[in-house]
C-alpha cells in the first residue's frame, strides 16, 4: 500500500513538472520576434498642426456661434478637426509637429463633435511632458478640467451634453480617418 502512495505521488510530481515545461514553452513562444509587447500600437509620426490662432486670442468657434477666447495655441488638423496644442512659444502662422493626446468628444443638437488635444513633439514648447492620455490624465487632471469646462461654459444655452474623453490610441484612429480621405 505505501508503495502504490509512493507511486503516486511521483507521478503527481512528474505530471507538475511537465506542466511547468507547458507553461514556459507557452510564455517563450507567445513573444514576437521584435521584442515588442503584442499589444503596443505603433505611433503615428510626423503630423503637422498649422497653428491658427494664439493662446488668448478670440477664435470664432462654428460650434458656439460666438467668438471666445482660446488658453492653447489652436487650429484644425488637416483643416477639419479642430486641435487645443498644449504648447508654448508657438505662433499664428507656425506649423508643429504633434503627439496625440487624447480626443474630447460632446453632442450638441444631436451633432457628434470631436476636439484633438495634442502637445508639440519639441520639448522646448511642452507644457506637458505626458506622451499618451493615461500620462496626460494622470498628471494634468486640472488641464483636462480646465479644457471640459471651456467647451461647456462656451456652449450657448448648455447644448453641450455628454462630454467625453477618448484616449491617444482613439485620436490616431481619427487622424488615419481624415488623412485617408485625401
Not at 474630447?104 to 451633432?111: A, G, M, P, V, Y
Amino acid at each position: 500500500m505505501n508503495e502504490r502512495i509512493v507511486n503516486f505521488a511521483s507521478m503527481i510530481c512528474n505530471l507538475n513538472n511537465i506542466f511547468l515545461i507547458l507553461i514556459t514553452c507557452l510564455a517563450f513562444t507567445a513573444c514576437n520576434e521584435s521584442g515588442q509587447a503584442i499589444n503596443e500600437y505603433p505611433q503615428l509620426n510626423g503630423h503637422v498642426l498649422n497653428i491658427d490662432h494664439n493662446p488668448g486670442e478670440n477664435i470664432s468657434f462654428e460650434l458656439f456661434n460666438a467668438t471666445v477666447p482660446s488658453f492653447f495655441p489652436s487650429g484644425k488638423f488637416n483643416g477639419e478637426l479642430f486641435t487645443f496644442l498644449l504648447a508654448k512659444g508657438i505662433t499664428a502662422g507656425d506649423n508643429a509637429e504633434i503627439i496625440e493626446l487624447g480626443l474630447l468628444i460632446f453632442e450638441q443638437n444631436d451633432s457628434l463633435h470631436q476636439v484633438l488635444i495634442a502637445s508639440p513633439k519639441n520639448e522646448k514648447h511642452k507644457i506637458v511632458l505626458s506622451e499618451n492620455f493615461n500620462d496626460f490624465s494622470l498628471d494634468h487632471p486640472n488641464i483636462k478640467h480646465l479644457i471640459e469646462s471651456w467647451i461647456k461654459t462656451n456652449c450657448p444655452e448648455n447644448s453641450c451634453k455628454n462630454v467625453k474623453w477618448q484616449n491617444d490610441f482613439k485620436a490616431r484612429l481619427k487622424i488615419q480617418e481624415l488623412l485617408s480621405k485625401k
